[in-house]
């Protein structure tokens, strides 16, 4: 496969090209996984290749899954903040909140931390869905009258 075969979202690999017959855009499976519709030929992107050998090599540290599958550190790491991986449990090394500094095995925040971003984001996002919510619908223009709907209902 040569880089034009690969799409790259921040270090991230996708498969766009079939590394088996060549053809474009191989249909996406789920969880990292693509399959050629012409050959069937089994590929995977960055996630794929990481939790396949995760999979395989229970307990591996972030270095050795590295190492091993190619995959950036800083892709991995972002995987445990997203949540798709997840440290082991009785792991010595884990990763800390982004607030409190408190041990987690993936994600941002600890569940306290958690807790009251969410709550901070739900109170926003309400203060700020009320006033686009009163002005929604309504335009100012010379081809309506003022305040009047542009769309009819």
């Known amino acids: ?17 079939c590394a088996k017959c060549g053809k474009a855009n191989p249909d996406y499976k789920g969880v990292g996984e693509y399959k050629c519709s012409e050959c069937g030929f089994t590929m ?13 090599h229970a307990g591996a540290t972030q270095a050795q899954v590295s190492r091993e599958t190619g995959v950036a550190m800083d892709t991995i790491r972002q995987f445990l903040k997203e949540e798709r991986l997840e440290i082991a449990a009785g792991s010595a090394v884990m990763m800390t909140c982004e607030i409190c500094n408190a041990p987690i095995r993936s994600g941002r925040y600890c569940p306290e931390c958690a807790r009251v971003v969410n709550k901070r984001v739900e109170e926003e996002k309400k203060a700020s869905g009320a006033k686009k919510q009163s002005m929604q619908g ?5 081809h309506l009258d003022k305040g009047e709907y542009r769309f009819k209902r």
């Open 1 to 17: 496969m040569n880089e034009d075969d690969v799409l790259v979202f921040k270090d991230y690999h996708v498969p766009r090209v």
């Open 44 to 56: 995977y992107d960055d996630f794929g290749v990481v939790r396949n050998y995760l999979e395989a």
């Open 138 to 142: 309504y335009v100012k223009s010379i």
